[in-house]
């Protein structure tokens, strides 16, 4: 009998936690890696929290999250996706979209359950489902920009498929989808009995063409399991909330999971989201509009040093290919760190075992991001 549970062993450790340990420990490193606003959380949604902490409200909330939250997040899913989500049934308050993802794929999988999912993808999407005891099918879409095609589902279907597993835009590629690319998905996917589960976290973070989301299909609302959360447009990363908009017959299984394990999001992480969702709106498009200025510029500065790149449009990553650098990318990224201090991910934690891209975060400051494409242009120079 073993002492631990012999799934961990298929799952490895973070492959950008690796190198954000490494850049902790280093001095002078400009880090393009870990993937989170350089903004901190604005004023008015830290100043409403501290007011209702001064109000003594810190005790729990319900299972489901605060009513007043629900309520202000079936209001913009109206607003913004012309899509109604019942905030007593349909909408639970969750730690963030991760352990969204969690409990929702333990409350569909059973052992052998298949879930397609796109690569490249978050890290965390195939361990999650092989936690929850199903199996992690992917689909490059490398030769693809980087967007799923309905041909390349239709490959991976069989009878054990539970779900398809989307995220648009992407990280880490920063991928979108537009409207007519995901008119396309949906005519197919409705068709198929399978869930769809489509993380939305970066959806008010696309740049040049209209925001895209699988809320504004009807047609697909009865397999649709949305998950949303205020870490990256509002800069509220460490504040760990998030929420899942799905059919009540489901939620009444995944609210089950989250009973037991979670309880329930912090009161005051949820009374911020409140206040995000009310008065957010001008500090999140500021912000938005920085990251698209530092993204015009990091693209163009890597396509002038020859690196092959799609242009990203949404979320605030690019994923340029090293291969003709003649490096793999673990070299490529260990040795840019180690003799010209800047920290980048390389590009197979994010897709199974290739070894030709790199991951940079593009959400920091301009000084830093111009020092930072200087130093890859020595680098890229020596080689």
């Known amino acids: 009998m073993s002492k631990y549970a012999r799934i961990l062993d298929e799952i490895p450790p973070s492959g950008i936690r690796k190198f954000f340990d490494l850049v902790l420990n280093s001095k002078g490193v400009i880090s393009l890696g870990v993937g989170e606003p350089d903004f ?7 100043e409403k929290t501290l007011f209702s902490l001064e109000r003594g409200e810190t005790s729990y909330t319900s299972n ?10 079936a209001k913009y899913l109206k607003n913004r996706f012309n899509t109604e ?3 007593a049934n349909e909408i639970l308050v969750t730690n963030g979209v991760s352990e969204g993802l969690d409990i929702a794929f333990r ?22 489902v092989k936690l929850a005891g199903g199996i992690p099918v992917p689909i490059d879409t490398s030769k693809t920009g980087f967007k799923v095609t309905v041909d390349q589902i239709k490959e991976k279907i069989t009878s054990k498929t539970k779900a398809i597993l989307l995220s648009y835009p992407s990280n880490p590629t920063g991928a979108a989808l537009s409207m007519d690319e995901g008119k396309e998905l949906v005519e197919y996917l409705k068709t ?9 976290i970066y959806t008010e973070l696309t740049y040049d063409q209209d925001i895209f989301s699988f809320a504004f299909f009807p047609e697909i609302k009865d397999k649709l399991v949305l998950f949303n959360g205020f870490s990256k447009a509002y800069a509220m990363t460490g504040w760990r909330i998030g929420y899942i908009c799905a059919p009540a017959e489901l939620m009444g299984y995944i609210l089950k999971i989250h009973q037991y394990t979670a309880l329930c999001a912090p009161i005051m992480s949820q009374r911020a989201a409140v206040e995000a969702l ?12 920085s990251y ?12 002038e040093m020859g690196f092959e790149v799609h242009e990203p449009k949404g979320a605030f990553y690019i994923f340029p290919s090293v291969k003709k650098f003649g490096l793999s990318d673990e070299e490529f990224a260990t040795r840019l760190l180690h003799e010209y201090k800047v920290a980048v991910v390389p590009g197979n934690s994010f897709i199974g075992n290739s070894h030709d891209y790199i991951r940079c975060c593009y959400a920091t400051d301009m000084k830093s991001l ?3 494409m200087e130093r890859i242009g020595k680098f890229i120079t020596s080689l």
């Open 107 to 128: 409350g569909i999988l059973n052992p052998g359950d298949e879930v397609v999912i796109p690569e490249p993808c978050y890290v965390s999407y195939a361990p999650t």
């Open 278 to 289: 009310k008065n957010g709106k001008e500090e999140m498009e500021k912000m938005k509009a």
């Open 370 to 372: 111009k020092e930072a």
């Open 192 to 200: 198929q009995d399978l869930w769809i589960f489509s993380d939305e």
């Open 40 to 46: 901190s959380t604005p004023w008015h949604i830290i």
């Open 64 to 73: 489901w999250g605060l009513m007043e939250l629900r309520e202000e997040i």
């Open 292 to 303: 698209n200025q530092r993204r015009r510029f990091v693209y163009n500065r890597l396509v």
């Open 85 to 87: 989500y019942n905030p």
